[in-house]
């Protein structure tokens, strides 16, 4: 076994789902189990980093080891993941809900036996890692992103790479067919400004560790 190769570094890992309240008793939620990003904090953490864990809402265990913080919703993903800084690396593999309804009903939306249904109007929610990406100070070295596509994989990924301001996107294609949402298994492609790197179809703990090497072989060094 070689050095550990990213002690002394601070790892910043978002995973799992976002949940946004409708009302007391409803959310909107997506498929992320946090499965991928879990395995990404513990595979740092193997290689010697402090790894802080933001994470929405998921039935898995945090790994040992690794500063877990739970939240449920984008925005207070945000908060924490900003809360977390600085990091010599941030890797954003939440699966945040891109809207949140404008607010939540105090109480629980009744039916009124009328048969009408109630409209259920949307908010943007804040982009994590185009905020973390783009700040002027106490910017990550290496800002890694994820891009989970059903169509135009890799046209998708690369406007990502330039839109958000990541240093790669792992891109991986999580058609209904395919069972990576929420599955064990991962086969992704790496996009950065200098080309693609397509790598096999592999567990997501191995996916992970392949990943932290990769970014141990990518990491500026720390500013003076
Ligand atoms: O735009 P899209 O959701 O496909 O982008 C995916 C990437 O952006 C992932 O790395 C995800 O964690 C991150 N993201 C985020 N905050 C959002 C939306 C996406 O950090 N509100």
Known sequence: PGARRLAGRHVLVTAGPTHEPIDPVRYIA???SGRQGFAIATAAAAEGARVTLV???VAI????????VSVETAREMLAAA???LPADIA?????VADWRPVAEAAGKIKKDGSGSVPALALAENPDILAAIAHRAEGRPGLVVGFAAETDDLLAHAGAKLARKGADVIVAND???????????ENEVVLVTTGGTERWPRLGKDE????LVHWMADHLPEPRP
Do not use: D, L
Request: hydrophobic share 45%.
């Open 61 to 68: 265990a945090p790994p040992r080891g690794v500063k877990a």
């Open 30 to 32: 997506n498929r992320s």
């Open 55 to 57: 994470h929405g809402p």
């Open 82 to 84: 900003e809360a977390a």
């Open 174 to 184: 999580v058609s209904p067919g395919t069972g990576i949402m929420g599955g064990a």
């Open 207 to 210: 996916v992970a560790r392949r």
């Open 91 to 95: 890797v954003f593999a939440a699966a």
